[in-house]
């Protein structure tokens, strides 16, 4: 007998156009934290997907052992029989559940289909003690914050008494605080003899927390090592990308230009709660030829100044704001678009893509009056143009019709930048860009926007992530509960002082 | 690697791909073709031109609403009230001319734009009030019956010979007077299919010239000429039916008009392509500064102006309107979209799946009726055939996904 508890041998996985695994061998022992990393579309969701039955057996190809007995699972039910969890970077909770009832969704213990409560309630409590949580059983979902989410999911599936956890880009939309929370308790499991899968493009967690790595690249096993010593952030980026990436943010100077966006006494009102300020007396500017960061917290209101300003957020809005110095009446994204005014969202599945439509449609979604006449939409310079932008950005589809949903994380958040680049913005707001996104197309999307600066646009980008802030801005400014905090030059920032004014600190 | 280098590909690689690519219409078309087929094994009558053209009749106004709700549909809407509107203008229709006295024309323009106001009126409450379209459209689905029992006062009310032309009547003939007996084609309805493949073949080329100029791949020769020549003989197998009976009827010219019209709107225009992006995913629709509630608006205006048109011709084929007329329409309607492969999600459907949706629910009726068939067993023959084409569709995306 082995000493693994899972083992993959020799997957293939095909998608019309793209085989996505090819041979892709892949072992965990008992009770290790197994890291997986990979650029974009490298095929780690897709494995996933494989192991925990999305994709039933017959539609791959190869062998999966767990305690080296074949298995042959035909939809999640099996392999969560077989004790294999999945918690996914979207989290599929119900929100207007309370916490057990969100647990227990689909397994209730019940009798004649009568719930018997008090047992899932008391379960419940004993569950999230040992994810950390000390919240209520009762309270609703939507109450929690994203990284308490997070933990409630990943209750749920020590609920199904797992022995293979995996996690697909959990920290992605965390803040530094809640991921290292969640790093503890997957340590904790790990002690108690679960095996985690991890997935993540945060390489300096990788190396922190993972005891084993395995490399994918272009649906290939490159390697698999432990983390010791001698592996380095380096050397795993070099695994992933095949080559030396030697710098990862490209710092150039840049000289501001004049000022495009000037905000005077931004202040918006909670459209649920009325007299509850979301954003209180803001002001900044921003110029052209810059990059100006927005650091902060979770939940500091980053998202809804922008969104505000750009017309799709809030109804009660108090101040102004000019573009070009003239002030500036928007009263939608129309409006905003029409000035050189573009937004890419955070959220991209929710917000930014149309799902259902091919990768040429949704790049020319917000410019299609660019390529259209009175003999309608110009097919030919719709493909034109999104050839254009899946070469710049090298977007990996076997098709520009490809569906976006097909697409892996990182390749349709270019699809979304592509879709503003297209737009020719003046002043582009970039919202968590590179979101989920691996190291060399982060490396990419940071070459990008130093083009635009070029080219004389504004750029406005709010991060969570404050080595990414810290890399590109030129300017800081840093947000708390709402109101701004600091403005910093990126010469004299720092960590620590973006920390302590995001944390409140005057 | 961005574009699809058709070099790469053989043939039957590429004859798969569009295939896999257009699966839903491919099958319904097929289905299509199977259920006509085992009429014609059934029935002696069905498979005669004669016959043909009758259902061609028959489906003509279906096949016009069916287009409008696709719109509706794959904006992520619907449409309850389209049997309402289509009695209540009917109505309207017949009593200006048998009442007001006016003429052909100008009943028919005042009928238009009823049409249009009661689409604003709709689309007034689902876009600018957020009310939700189902129950906009059952509210306007009473208040359209009770107006249309309002103005017909429960009597029938018969139109004139020269109206109902539109609904019954073919274009007349140029040269030769024929009859169906002689098997002599209808002279008009044979120019008329000259005149739409030359269009036709103008279009494919003109196309294939344009990717030329922009360096992109173009299918290799070989099946080019196939795929026009399946085309055209599609296309001249249609116009036959129709020429070896009495001609083209006018309803057909009309269908084959707003056929057009709403297969380029939903394909080539900007219009179209926000329609589907509302209803594939309305945040992403908005922040792509997509006016939604303007578009809204003006896809039930649409909706509004093909169910006038719609009860234009089905009055005229009846040759009356009556306070009955156009009773759970909206049910053959909404079911041709849906068999014609719209997703009831939202965010999919065409035009020519609507049109061969409505002929596979007017094609199902005819040939029952001819077997004779009741109209219990022919209710519920139709409701499985709804079920199961939904069925089929979800199940092979299922597989593909
Ligand atoms: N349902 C699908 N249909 C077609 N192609 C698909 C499908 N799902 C994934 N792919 C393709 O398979 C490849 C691997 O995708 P996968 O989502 O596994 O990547 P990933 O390693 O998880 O990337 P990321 O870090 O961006 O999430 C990609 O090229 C993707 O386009
Ligand atoms: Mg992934």
Request: glycine content about 16%; overall charge neutral; charged content about 10%.
């Given at each position: 007998m082995s000493n693994y508890v899972l083992e993959m041998e020799n997957i293939i996985k095909d998608f019309p156009g793209v085989r996505a695994l090819n041979n892709v061998n892949f072992k965990v022992r008992k009770g290790e934290i197994h890291a997986l990393v990979g650029e974009n579309g490298a095929g780690k969701s897709t494995l996933m997907k494989v192991l925990s039955g999305v994709y039933p057996y017959g539609t791959y190809e190869g062998k999966i052992l767990i305690d080296g007995k074949e298995q042959n699972f035909e939809n999640i039910k099996d392999s969560e029989a077989a004790g294999i969890g999945i918690i996914y970077q979207e989290l599929a909770l119900v929100k207007e559940m309370n916490i057990a009832e969100n647990i227990y969704l689909g397994s209730e213990f019940s009798t004649f289909g009568i719930i018997n409560w008090d047992k899932a309630i008391s379960k419940t409590t004993g569950l999230l003690n040992e994810v950390g949580l000390t919240e209520n059983p009762y309270t609703k979902v939507v109450h929690l914050g994203i990284g308490k989410q997070q933990l409630v999911e990943i209750a749920k599936a020590l609920s199904k008494n797992v022995n293979i956890l995996i996690f697909d880009e959990p920290t992605a939309a965390l803040n530094e605080d809640d991921s290292e929370n969640l790093l503890h308790i997957i340590r904790k499991l790990k002690d108690q003899g679960i095996s985690c899968i991890y997935i993540s493009h945060k390489l300096k967690e990788v190396k922190e927390i993972a005891d084993t790595i395995t490399i994918l690249r272009d649906g290939e096993t490159i390697e698999t090592y432990s983390n010791g010593e001698n592996v380095t952030v380096d050397k795993i980026i070099t695994g992933m990308v095949g080559r030396e990436l030697t710098q990862l943010y490209p710092r150039k100077e840049h000289t501001a230009g004049e000022v495009v966006l000037e905000v005077k006494n931004w202040t918006v009102y909670n459209p649920e709660i009325p007299d509850k300020k979301i954003i209180d007396g803001v002001s900044f500017t921003a110029k052209k030829g810059e990059i100006l960061g927005i650091a902060g917290?979770?939940?500091?209101?980053r998202t809804e100044l922008m969104m505000s300003l750009f017309g799709a957020y809030g109804v009660k809005k108090l101040g102004e704001f000019y573009i070009d110095s003239e002030k500036a009446d928007i009263k939608g994204p129309r409006d905003a678009i029409e000035k050189g005014f573009c937004y890419l969202s955070e959220d991209r599945k929710k917000n930014g893509l149309?799902?259902?439509?091919d990768i040429k449609e949704n790049i020319t979604l917000a410019s299609l009056d660019k390529i259209s006449n009175i003999r309608g939409i110009n097919e030919n310079e719709e493909i034109k143009i999104t050839n254009h932008y899946v070469n710049a950005l090298t977007i990996k589809t076997p098709s520009i019709e490809q569906k976006t949903k097909n697409l892996s994380g990182g390749n349709q958040q270019k699809v979304v930048i592509s879709k503003w680049l297209m737009a020719a913005p003046k002043i582009l707001i970039l919202d968590e860009p590179t979101r989920g996104i691996d190291v060399g197309a982060k490396y990419e999307i940071y070459n990008i926007m130093n083009d635009l600066i070029d080219k004389g646009v504004s750029i406005i980008m709010i991060s969570s992530e404050l080595p990414e802030i810290l890399g590109i801005s030129d300017r800081i400014l840093v947000m708390h509960e709402g109101k701004l905090t600091a403005e910093l030059d990126w010469k004299e920032a720092s960590q620590e002082k973006i920390m302590h004014f995001a944390t409140g600190g005057r | 690697m961005a574009t699809k280098s058709v070099e790469k590909y053989s043939s039957l690689e590429i004859i798969k791909m569009s295939l896999r690519n257009n699966i839903r219409q491919y099958t319904m078309f097929i289905a299509l073709i199977g259920i006509m087929l085992i009429f014609s094994l059934l029935s002696g009558?069905?498979?005669t031109p004669r016959n043909l053209s009758t259902l061609f009749l028959q489906t003509a106004h279906i096949a016009i609403l069916a287009s409008g709700v696709v719109l509706v549909i794959v904006a992520g809407h619907i449409d309850l009230s389209i049997g309402a509107v289509v009695g209540l203008t009917g109505a309207i229709a017949a009593i200006l001319q048998a009442?007001?006295?006016?003429g052909v024309l100008p009943a028919i323009i005042i009928t238009l734009a009823v049409g249009a106001l009661i689409g604003l009126w709709q689309g007034y409450w689902v876009a600018?009030?957020?009310?939700p379209a189902f129950i906009v459209t059952l509210a306007g689905m009473m208040i359209f019956n009770g107006l249309l029992l309002g103005v017909t006062r429960g009597e029938t009310i018969a139109t004139s010979s020269m109206f109902n032309k539109l609904g019954q009547d073919y274009i007349p003939t140029l040269f030769f007077i024929n009859s169906p007996k002689d098997m002599l084609p209808h002279d008009t309805t044979i120019i008329f299919l000259v005149f739409v493949i030359v269009a036709y073949l103008w279009y494919e080329l003109k196309r294939r010239k344009e990717r030329i100029t922009y360096g992109f791949d173009i299918l290799p020769i070989k099946l080019f000429a196939l795929k026009i020549a399946l085309v055209i003989s599609l296309i001249t197998a249609v116009f036959l039916i129709m020429a070896l009976y009495l001609g083209i009827p006018y309803s057909i010219v009309i269908l084959m008009v707003i056929g057009s019209l709403y297969t380029f709107i939903t394909t080539k225009t900007t219009f179209g392509r926000h329609v589907y992006a509302i209803g594939g995913n309305k945040e992403a629709a908005k922040l792509s500064g997509i006016n939604i509630r303007q578009r809204t608006l003006w896809i039930f205006i649409s909706s509004g102006i093909l169910g006038a048109i719609g009860g234009i011709i089905y009055t005229a084929r009846v040759g009356s309107a009556a306070a009955s007329a156009g009773q759970g329409m909206e049910l053959d309607v909404i079911a041709a979209a849906i068999i014609g492969g719209t997703s009831t999600l939202g965010g999919q459907g065409t035009i020519v799946g609507a049109i061969i949706g409505a002929l596979v629910m007017t094609t199902l009726n005819n040939g029952m009726l001819l077997l004779d068939v009741g109209t219990t067993e022919r209710l519920i023959v139709r409701g499985l055939v709804l079920l199961l084409a939904v069925w089929i569709d979800i199940s092979s995306r299922k597989r593909d996904a």
């Open positions: 917290l979770m939940g500091a209101g149309v799902l259902m439509m | 009558v069905f498979f009442h007001y006295g006016l600018y009030r957020d009310v």
